[in-house]
């Protein structure tokens, strides 16, 4: 089943929920699965998010260092924050995993990456965030749960929001078939790889030749850029990277192409990718403004981060700075003493760790780029070779 659903965090008694099921689409395909909708539902054009919906809920945070109670009222600005998980087709493993914060009244699109590497507490070894939704699906499962997708979406978000101590309003989860089938659609995707690509893991039936220049990826080849990491000095974090190129050539490619003139084109993809849409006046709504964002409003970074051993580590003031300046919902600012107050990102039984997540130079990370300077070359990724 592909979908989008609306979905919210439960304090106290006070917030109502808003969830989101599954698409069928990866993580770079979001915002043309929005144009697709827009465009064929031009009757709803005039809706807004709202109601039982986008409820302006006052939420309710525990100061421990002072035994207080914080009360944050929701903004009355149209804010959302997205949550985007991408997995492979051998496992349920989220290595894609992006927040993603949609301003329409200012048409700012914010995206912050987590590395899929990332040190969480709340699994058991190895304590890696894209495992994350693996376990708590394969949980919702044992538990007899007749949604478990959603299930396991609505826990993650949940996790996510009590940490960084701001709302999300939207979750969705994709894989790489739909990723190729609507890049193929729309023509392929112009951009510059910027050196040879080679590798091959025939387990994965993942086959990457890619030869440096610029060029149009077709579904095939764009998958492999995505996904390539050998080469980069920072590996993983390297194809981060990577995956900000591809969004921002990715999203001219939509403004350029998504439009009524393509109503043929259009409809052709939502055949193709779209099976169960639940929420179709949201979505008609967001891409009513998302296709007259400049690119230059597209701002994309990386979880500020250390490593440890085999896990990286959440800088926590970088990350405190970043979700503070564009993801926070609310009128009031995310204090310090109740951000990440349950220690979802470190442990105190590794002092590795606690030195990584207090740093006050992380590593990597933390940088914005945005999408039409990237698509100016921008953004370069050191490869070791």
């Known amino acids: ?24 689409v990866t993580i770079l395909m979001f915002v043309a699965m929005f144009a697709i909708i827009g465009i064929m539902a031009s009757h709803l054009l005039s809706y807004k998010p709202g109601g039982k919906n986008i409820p302006k809920d006052t939420v309710i945070h525990y100061d421990n260092d002072n ?5 944050r009222p929701k903004s009355d600005q149209d804010v959302y924050n997205f949550l985007i998980l991408g997995h492979d087709r051998a496992a349920t493993l989220t290595d894609v995993i992006m927040l993603v914060h949609y301003d329409v009244t200012a048409g700012n699109i914010s995206v912050v990456q987590f590395p899929r590497d ?35 979406l609505r826990a993650f978000a949940d996790k996510l929001e009590d940490a960084l101590c701001t709302e999300i309003s939207y979750t969705a989860i994709m894989n790489l078939d739909g990723f190729v089938n609507i890049v193929n659609i729309l023509g392929g995707v112009e951009l510059n790889v910027p050196a040879d690509m080679d590798y091959e893991d ?23 850029f995505v996904r390539f990491r050998y080469g980069y000095v920072q590996g993983d974090l390297g194809r981060q990277d990577a995956q900000k190129i591809f969004l921002s050539a990715f999203m001219k490619k939509a403004k350029d192409t998504l439009s009524v003139s ?9 055949e193709a990718i779209i099976d169960n ?37 959440m800088n926590r003031a970088g990350m405190l700075e970043i979700i503070s300046n564009y993801f926070n919902v609310y009128d009031t600012p995310i204090a310090d003493s109740i951000f990440d107050k349950n220690a979802t990102f470190y442990t105190t039984a ?17 940088k914005e780029y945005d999408a039409g300077g990237v698509n100016d070359g921008d953004l370069v990724i050191p490869r070791a070779y």
């Open 1 to 24: 089943m592909y979908g989008i659903f609306p979905h919210g965090k439960e304090y106290l008694h006070m917030a109502k929920k808003r969830y989101t099921a599954v698409l069928s």
């Open 67 to 71: 035994n207080e109670v914080i009360l």
């Open 118 to 152: 990332t040190y969480v507490s709340y699994l058991g070894f190895p304590n890696k965030i894209n495992a994350s939704y693996s376990m708590l699906y394969h949980e919702a499962l044992a538990n007899g749960s007749q949604t478990p997708e959603l299930d396991a």
């Open 202 to 224: 025939p387990g994965q039936d993942l086959y990457i030749h890619l030869k440096a220049g610029y060029q149009t990826l077709t579904g095939e080849q764009a998958e492999g």
């Open 262 to 270: 393509n109503v043929a084109k259009l409809t052709s993809v939502a």
């Open 277 to 313: 849409i639940y929420t179709v006046s949201d979505a008609v709504y967001f891409v009513k403004n998302l296709l007259s964002v400049d690119l230059s409003n597209l701002k994309m970074m990386s979880m500020p981060c250390s490593s440890s051993g085999y896990n990286v580590v």
């Open 350 to 366: 590794d002092q590795d760790v606690v030195n990584a997540y207090y740093s006050d130079s992380p590593v990597y990370g933390g």
